[in-house]
């Protein structure tokens, strides 16, 4: 389903993405780049852009097992290689912004 937004998303994307030198993609592990609006926008707004992207994996430290991860970052790239005409893809990258634990000090929940 498209989300009626009461503008142009697509149109608004492209306008920044122009002016930007860099943009950033983020992908969670749980949806990475399943959504059909997201491959549209990779597939229509940023057409071209290909050299301006940078995607990220964010949240690794979600993963429980290394082949969750094997599992999400080959989904993400199945599903980036159907809207991104190149022969190689973008080098995707991962990373965690840790957080410290709301118990450090306390007992645990």
Known sequence: AVM???YDF???VRWFAERADIVMLFFDPDK???TGETLS???HSLTGMDHKLLIV???ADQF???HDFARAY???????SKVIPRKDLPRIFTMCLPVASQTQGG???
Do not use: Y
């Open 57 to 59: 994996l964010n949240k």
């Open 64 to 66: 429980r097992k290394i």
């Open 107 to 109: 007992d645990a929940e």
């Open 4 to 6: 009626d937004r009461g």
């Open 74 to 80: 080959g989904s993400l790239c199945w599903n980036l």
């Open 41 to 43: 926008v990779l597939l």
């Open 32 to 34: 990475p780049g399943t």
């Open 10 to 12: 697509p149109g608004v």
